[in-house]
């Protein structure tokens, strides 16, 4: 057993879940949950004013996603481990942890032991990534969308007109429309809210 115990943070932003998980993990002997938060936001400072080894986030949290803050932790504070925890097993996601930095990625229905397993793993250098999102990862592929469509498709959602989001990114309304032409015929879908619907679904977003 390590003489110090691991020092996690959890972001989590169900509480009753955020609670459940500070307290199983907290009952391993070498782990201690030194930071808990409920917004992708508070992520960062958290980590730097508590330096936790490693930090547990999920991927869909109010103000910023885990995803994000992953990027950010890897320029800020490399020191901290980061695993990815969440309820969406998408492929998509999965390739956007890794591209982040993140060391793991476990979806949330795996028992506490493999949880408690998984934060040791990352902590002495390994990658953890669940083997059934990994085999579907694999035979996914990567995104075709590109960073614009992706922006694009993202402004599009609640029903912004094609002016709204040539608005709000600063580009002309005949360029929104070819973006979201291309992210259709990419996601092999018949309109912009299908297309925003299915790459939401495969991790894309």
Same mark, same amino acid.
């Given at each position: #057993?390590?003489?110090?115990? @691991?020092? @996690? $943070?959890?972001?989590?932003?169900? !509480?009753? #879940?955020?609670?459940?998980?500070?307290?199983?993990?907290?009952?391993?002997?070498?782990?201690?949950? @030194?930071?808990?938060? !409920?917004?992708?936001?508070?992520?960062?400072?958290? @980590? +730097?004013?508590?330096?936790? /080894?490693?930090?547990?986030?999920?991927?869909? $949290?109010?103000?910023?996603? !885990?995803? /994000?803050?992953?990027?950010?932790?890897?320029? =800020?504070?490399? *020191?901290?481990?980061?695993?990815?925890?969440?309820?969406?097993? =998408?492929? *998509?996601?999965?390739?956007?942890? #890794?591209?982040?930095?993140?060391?793991?990625?476990?979806?949330?229905?795996?028992?506490?032991?493999?949880?408690?397993?998984?934060?040791? =793993?990352?902590?002495?250098?390994?990658?953890?990534? /669940?083997?059934?999102?990994?085999?579907?990862?694999?035979?996914?592929?990567?995104?075709? +969308?590109?960073?614009?469509?992706?922006?694009?498709?993202?402004?599009?959602? *609640?029903?912004?007109?094609?002016?709204?989001?040539?608005?709000?990114?600063?580009?002309?309304?005949?360029?929104?429309?070819?973006?979201?032409?291309?992210?259709? !015929?990419?996601?092999?879908?018949?309109?912009?809210?299908?297309? +925003?619907?299915?790459? =939401?679904?495969?991790?894309?977003?």
């Amino acid at each position: #057993m390590n003489e110090k115990p @691991v020092r @996690v $943070l959890l972001a989590e932003d169900q !509480g009753m #879940m955020r609670g459940a998980l500070a307290l199983l993990l907290g009952m391993e002997p070498d782990i201690e949950v @030194v930071a808990q938060v !409920g917004t992708g936001d508070a992520i960062v400072d958290a @980590v +730097l004013t508590h330096r936790p /080894d490693v930090a547990l986030l999920d991927i869909e $949290l109010p103000g910023m996603s !885990g995803l /994000d803050a992953a990027a950010e932790l890897r320029e =800020r504070a490399p *020191g901290c481990r980061v695993l990815i925890l969440t309820t969406f097993g =998408r492929p *998509g996601y999965l390739r956007r942890a #890794m591209d982040a930095g993140a060391a793991g990625f476990l979806v949330k229905d795996g028992p506490v032991e493999e949880l408690a397993t998984a934060v040791r =793993r990352v902590l002495a250098g390994e990658t953890v990534v /669940d083997p059934g999102l990994a085999a579907a990862a694999l035979s996914a592929g990567p995104s075709p +969308l590109t960073a614009r469509e992706r922006d694009v498709l993202r402004e599009s959602a *609640g029903g912004a007109t094609v002016a709204d989001i040539a608005a709000r990114l600063h580009l002309s309304e005949s360029t929104v429309r070819n973006h979201l032409s291309s992210a259709i !015929g990419k996601t092999s879908t018949r309109n912009r809210t299908e297309a +925003l619907h299915e790459a =939401r679904q495969r991790g894309w977003l």
